[in-house]
């Protein structure tokens, strides 16, 4: 039972010496400005995510051609795996949050209007 649902927070009675058995004292911050750095935190850029992707389908390729015919139809399941994830990432850039047009994509995807709606255009 947590506090926000009525269980009393643990102390030591008051004659016992030593610490409480508060993980952190009332009315105190718990973190160490000292030990806890100020910094951005480093955001993963879009390129950089996508060559870690590279890094892991090309690793598993490697594993896979090492003799792991086991590993062959879970590595083929992949494919399904990314291009379901491009669908999802035009749909996205379809929606009207964003509302990319079938130029726009066809554009970065080096190929005509016509072709990336055929291929990726679906329901939409």
């Keep these: 039972m947590s506090e926000a649902e009525g269980a009393a927070p643990l ?53 896979v051609a090492d003799g792991d015919v086991e590993g062959l139809p879970g590595l083929v399941a992949l494919r399904s795996e990314v291009e379901a994830a491009i669908g999802e990432a035009i749909g996205g850039l379809r929606s009207p949050q964003w509302s990319y047009s079938w130029a726009d994509i066809a554009r970065v995807l080096g190929t005509t209007r016509q072709a990336a709606q055929q291929r990726y255009g679906g329901a939409s």
Excluded at 24 to 35: C, Y
Excluded at 48 to 56: K, V
């Design 11 to 63: 102390k030591a009675p008051a004659s016992v010496p030593g610490p409480s058995l508060h993980a952190v004292p009332e009315g105190r911050n718990a973190v160490k400005g000292s030990l806890t750095p100020k910094g951005r935190e480093r955001v993963v850029e879009n390129p950089e995510f996508a060559a870690f992707a590279r890094r892991i389908l090309r690793a598993a390729a490697r594993r």
